[in-house]
């Protein structure tokens, strides 16, 4: 895992925002839901792009 330093700037605010200003559990629930989405859908492209390579 890399350092908190070493993190993207993005990222970085990121953390900050859940650490410090989110107040409640429901509001936290909707943020993992919703960059679990994102990394889920990258995830697919991602892969998808990989096997198209291989097959060329």
């Not at 200003?21 to 998808?48: A, C, G, M, N, P």
């Amino acid at each position: 895992m890399l350092s908190f330093q070493q993190l993207p700037k993005s990222m970085k605010k990121t953390i900050r925002y859940i650490l410090q200003d989110v107040q409640s559990l429901e509001k936290l629930e909707r943020i993992e839901k919703t960059i679990h989405y994102y990394i889920q859908k990258r995830k697919k492209e991602l892969k998808k792009n990989d096997s198209f390579k291989q097959i060329r």
